[in-house]
């Protein structure tokens, strides 16, 4: 059983940063594809961002050019560095890789932005 496991969420003011984290707990970490995905509330479940096994990048719209996917093999982590961040950027972010037609899924972590 995959088990993943986000930290780093919090609350920041418009204009700030924050790092999210999500260890994933497998043996071949190298080689899933890795997503982040946000849900506002009242809102759809939103994919923001994609990091393949081969690094490859992408983004939504909302996310490019102020959000940053990166992985670390060694430590079955990706990370989210999200800058410039909006209050529309509020929202319980999670990870999630999908293994088999099975997406599994963080706990989430819960971002706010406000002044």
Known sequence: QVQLVESGGGSVQPGGSLRLSCTV???VF???T???YRQAPGKQRERVATIT???TTD???SAKGRFTISRDN???TV???MDSLEPEDTAVYYCATNLGGHLYWGQG???TVSS
């Open 53 to 55: 096994n081969y690094y």
């Open 74 to 76: 060694a430590k079955n």
């Open 30 to 32: 190298e080689m899933y």
């Open 109 to 111: 972590t819960q971002v």
């Open 59 to 61: 983004y939504t719209d």
């Open 34 to 36: 890795m997503d982040w």
């Open 25 to 27: 707990s497998t043996m």
């Open 79 to 81: 990370f989210l560095q």
